[in-house]
């Protein structure tokens, strides 16, 4: 069938006794496509409705004085897991359009900008937890890329460590570039991630040591949604953490995708 996208995948090991495996993918790469859309369809569904349970609870509470404080503090659970609900779908929806959907032509993104953006937000989230938060970005460097990703991505971890740090934590910031590569780094002062989870954090739902996390109303997704971000600019992610002491999360962007825009001189 011309229609069908065919594709193998080869390997090729041994020297002198050479031996050809060839594997044919075409179903699995099929399989693959219906999941990505029955995902996209699930989630594009359950919105609606969601909408409207959103909108019967919070018109209940705007009337809720005269009720038992039970039942007001059953309204109020009933607003916060169908709150977080929502995240769920719209991360899912995130998700499945960065696997499905292809780029856009990119566009100039100012790091320093964007980062000074999101790290406003962080202090707004800490709130008071009272985090130190600072960043040390150079202005003038542009990734050419795609703006609303990047602000995902970054804002995801960003957000992370402010809840993954017990309050009055540091986090830090800072953005290098060198000939090969530039790298935004995300450092914290929080609880740590046992190395043998590293590999496995950027798959959907998948949480290290649930019990010992606090519990931040996550979905799960956020380290899902940063790799397929960095995927589709060339960048990959990586990690480091100690137990107790504190993580950092590197973005790496080919230093191809990366221009300095040098600054017109004062008149
Ligand atoms: P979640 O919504 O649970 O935060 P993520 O995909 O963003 O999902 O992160 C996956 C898991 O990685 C988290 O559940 C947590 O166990 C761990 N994690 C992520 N960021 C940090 C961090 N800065 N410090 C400690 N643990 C972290």
Not at 125 to 148: C, F, K, N, T
Not at 185 to 200: K, L, M, N, Q
Request: hydrophobic content about 35%.
């Amino acid at each position: 069938n011309p229609q069908q996208q065919l594709q193998f995948n080869i390997t090729l090991f041994g020297r002198k006794d050479r031996l050809l495996l060839v594997h044919d993918v075409t179903r699995l790469v099929q399989l693959e496509q219906m999941r990505k859309d029955f995902v996209a369809n699930v989630s594009h569904e359950l919105r609606t409705p969601l909408t409207v349970i959103r909108g019967y609870v919070e018109t209940l509470q705007s009337a809720a004085d005269h009720l038992p404080g039970r039942s007001q503090r059953m309204l109020e659970q009933m607003a916060q897991q169908s709150q977080r609900m929502e995240l769920l779908i719209t991360d899912l929806l995130t998700l499945s359009h960065l696997e499905t959907d292809l780029p856009d032509d990119p566009t100039e993104v100012d790091v320093h900008d964007l980062i000074a953006q999101i790290c406003a937000d962080a202090r707004a989230l800490s709130g008071e937890r009272q985090h130190r938060i600072s960043h040390q970005v150079d202005s003038g460097w542009m990734i050419a890329g795609y703006g609303p990703e990047l602000r995902s991505a970054f804002s995801n971890l960003i957000f992370n460590a402010v809840k993954y740090t017990p309050e009055g934590g540091q986090i830090d910031v800072r953005w290098q570039v060198d000939d090969n590569e530039g790298v935004l780094a995300v450092s914290d002062t929080g609880i740590g991630i046992a190395e043998h989870h590293w590999p496995r954090l950027t798959e959907r739902f998948y949480r290290a040591d649930p019990s010992r996390n606090p519990d931040t109303g996550g979905t799960g997704l956020g380290l899902a949604i940063v790799k397929h971000v960095l995927l589709r600019h060339e960048g990959h992610l990586s990690i480091d953490s100690r137990m107790g002491k504190g993580s950092t999360f590197y973005c790496h962007f080919p230093r191809q995708r990366l221009q300095q825009r040098v600054s017109e001189p004062a008149l």
